[in-house]
């Protein structure tokens, strides 16, 4: 198992994100059983969840004549515009039911600031507002992040990127990810890790012994 200074961080699994959801990541539900292995590895678990309000900024129904998946300029830069989806309190909001991690210590909700868009689990879209997300797991003694879950080139990306810039060692964990792969988007997000210096892996090489 691994070591109190190592800590996994899985991003998102909830239903929207789910084939058949309202912001669909093909073959997302594939990610889940091989996360719920995964947790069994690590004594520390965090997790995050997408938790807007339903007039969020992000979403393209709240915008006159935009469409889902266009990108337009808000105050803090350029923000594609999403369908509706991980609207507080609903069942798209939900982590998946198969998603077992009893010992999770801590979930993040990111995207409640209805005027700006959360894709990393360490700072928020206008990149000033920080989750609380670094303090914690600097508190702690975390030295190391594990990322993993939905989707790779957005929400995990985002997280990796802002956990090398809080410090951390970051690894992302290549199979128990999925990702939306917009216009090049998770070439792109692969390039930035890389240059940022995080590392990338497979599931098999936590489980070897």
């Known amino acids: 198992m691994k070591g109190a200074d190592e800590v996994l961080l899985a991003v998102d699994v909830q239903y929207d994100f789910m084939p058949g959801g309202a912001l669909a990541v093909a073959r997302g539900d594939e990610i889940v059983p091989v996360v719920n292995r995964l947790t069994h590895e690590f004594s520390h678990v965090v997790l995050t969840q997408d938790w807007h309000p339903r007039g969020h900024v992000s979403f393209a129904a709240n915008h006159a004549e935009r469409a889902p998946f266009e990108t337009m300029m808000l105050p803090y830069g350029e923000q594609v515009l999403w369908p509706v989806h991980c609207v507080q309190d609903t069942e798209g909001a939900l ?92 070439v792109k997000a692969w390039e930035d890790m890389t240059a940022a210096g995080v590392e990338r892996i497979e599931s098999s090489a936590l489980f070897a012994r």
């Not at 210590?105 to 409640?112: E, F």
């Not at 990393?120 to 702690?140: H, I, K, M, N, W």
């Not at 809080?166 to 990810?177: H, K, W």
């Open 95 to 186: 982590l998946h039911r198969d998603l077992h991690v009893p010992h999770a210590r801590l979930v993040i909700r990111k995207g409640h600031h209805a005027d700006v868009d959360s894709y990393s689990a360490f700072v928020e879209a206008d990149r000033t507002t920080p989750t609380g997300l670094t303090g914690y797991l600097r508190d702690v003694g975390v030295k190391r992040v594990y990322l993993c879950g939905l989707a790779t080139d957005y929400c995990v990306a985002w997280s990796a990127l802002d956990a090398r810039r809080a410090g951390f060692d970051v690894t992302v964990i290549e199979d128990a990810c999925r990702a939306i792969d917009l216009n090049g988007s998770l």
